[in-house]
Structure formats: structure tokens, C-alpha cells
């Protein structure tokens, strides 16, 4: 019997030739699943702005259980049912990006033996999107993974997207695997157009940084920001201040900014 390598869906799209790569590490059998608990995983994701969220299943790369805010930003008449839907939103000169950004964040779980962890990890990198006004403009994705089967292959994920353009309207085309859940794993990469050889990016931030600058952005005071980390308040001052000086931002807006640019968060 052949093998079957997530072509089975009624509409193909281009990262099933990333996909089809890896039968190891992604579940290509129709099966029923259950409904990830997507409210309390939103807790684990940046969102500062409009977002909205799908769930994809990898088997046939249908969608289903999407936030009402998809209709509105991309004025849909109906809810997607297939990935393609989504695929066909994005800007074409961004289609190469979002393909070598799945495969190398395929390819760095496999580094750092992220697999035996993957419901720890989230991947996220940004491209633009055709939204309701016409227009392409620039949006977070992130990649939470929900199932996987028997043999540790990855069944379903939740996605989010955040629209940032009032943020920023650069792509860095920086790639991020970082981990949520406690786990301190932190991997940039950067993609080079037209260059297979993609090269890591240097981290700026340190872990705590980051936790820290996450908080910042969604608004937190030093005082809460000390006690949801466990650390005194003049300690968030001076790593805010540090956070600040490497970012090369005057205040907390252009740090934001700065933040997606590079993909930080």
C-alpha cells in the first residue's frame, strides 16, 4: 500500500510539498479529535491587536473551530474550511518565506530534538495578508501544537494570527521556535531570499528579557510584572531600562515595534 504524504485533501496548497517530507513527524490518517482547550492556550500567545485563530488538522489540512474576528479582517462571507483558503490570502511575493519558515522550523525541532516536546513549543514569523480594506498588510503567525498520535507525529495545531500593521509595516523574515508552557527554549533564524543556507540570527534578548518585554507589551506595571515573575520591582526597572538600551527604542511604543520587527516575541 502506498504511503500517503498529506495530499488526500480535496485542495492542495504549496507547504504540503514542505509536509510531505517529513511522514515522520506529521500524521497523515483521518481520525476524529478532540477540541483543543484554545482560550486557555491564548494565554500563551502575544496578541496586541485584532487576531484570530484556527484549528488545522494535518491529515487533509482541513480547518475548523475559527474566532469570529477572521470574517471581519479578511471579509469573508464564510468561515475557510481548508488551508488553501488561508494560503490564498497571503501576498504571493510572500508564499517562498512562509514555505522555507515551516521547513526550517521543521528542521530546527529536529536539532534540538523538539519533538519530544513539540506540545511545548510554538513557531511564529510574520507575512502580509490581504485584509478587508484591500490591501496587503503585515501579520503575526503563530503555531501552537495541540495532538499527536501514538508515534509522537503531529496531528492538529492551533494558529494565530495577530494583525500588526499599525505596529510595523518591515518583515524581518526572522523565524522563531521558542517554548511556552516553562520550558526557556529560545531559536531565532534568519531567511535569506534566494540562500538555502539560512543562518541564525544572534539573540539580542535574554530569556528574561523577553519575558519581561512580553509583559510590557501587554501592558503590565513593574508591580504586576514583579509579581507574576517572582522578582522585586527594582529588578524590572533595571532589566526594562537594559531591555530599552539593546533595543535602541526611547520608550515602550518603539520597543514594541522594534520587538516585531525582529521577532522577538
Not at 132 to 155: M, P, V
Request: aromatic share 10%.
Amino acid at each position: 500500500m502506498t504511503k500517503k504524504y498529506l495530499t488526500q485533501g480535496k485542495k492542495p496548497h504549496p507547504l504540503i510539498e514542505v509536509w510531505k517530507d517529513y511522514p515522520e513527524i506529521l500524521q497523515n490518517d483521518n481520525r476524529i479529535l478532540p477540541v483543543p482547550s484554545i482560550e486557555q492556550m491564548i494565554g500563551e500567545v502575544f496578541a496586541p491587536g485584532k487576531f484570530y485563530y484556527y484549528v488545522i488538522n494535518f491529515a487533509d489540512s482541513t480547518i475548523s473551530h475559527h474566532h469570529e474576528n477572521i470574517l471581519k479582517i479578511h471579509c469573508l462571507s464564510k468561515y475557510p474550511v481548508h488551508l488553501k483558503e488561508i494560503i490564498d490570502l497571503i501576498h504571493p511575493d510572500d508564499l517562498e518565506f512562509v514555505m522555507e519558515a515551516e521547513r526550517m522550523s521543521i528542521e530546527k525541532m529536529k536539532q534540538i530534538n523538539g519533538f519530544d516536546y513539540q506540545q511545548e513549543l510554538k513557531t511564529s514569523y510574520c507575512f502580509r495578508m490581504r485584509t478587508s480594506a484591500g490591501n496587503y498588510e503585515l501579520f503575526h503567525h503563530q503555531a501552537l501544537h495541540t495532538y499527536k498520535d501514538e508515534n509522537g507525529r503531529l496531528l492538529q495545531a492551533v494558529n494565530i494570527h495577530t494583525h500588526i500593521e499599525h505596529i510595523t509595516q518591515n518583515n524581518s523574515y526572522i523565524v522563531l521556535v521558542s517554548g511556552i508552557n516553562g520550558r526557556e527554549d529560545f531559536h531565532q533564524m534568519q531567511w535569506m531570499k534566494n540562500d538555502s543556507c539560512s543562518k541564525s540570527a544572534a539573540v539580542v534578548f535574554t530569556k528574561r528579557e523577553v519575558e519581561i518585554l512580553s509583559c510590557i507589551a501587554k501592558g503590565y506595571a513593574t508591580g504586576e510584572i514583579s509579581g507574576m515573575l517572582n522578582i522585586s520591582q527594582e529588578t524590572v526597572r533595571t532589566h526594562r531600562k537594559n531591555i530599552l538600551k539593546k533595543a535602541d527604542a526611547r520608550n515602550s511604543s518603539e520597543l514594541i515595534r522594534k520587538a516585531f520587527e525582529r521577532v522577538y516575541l
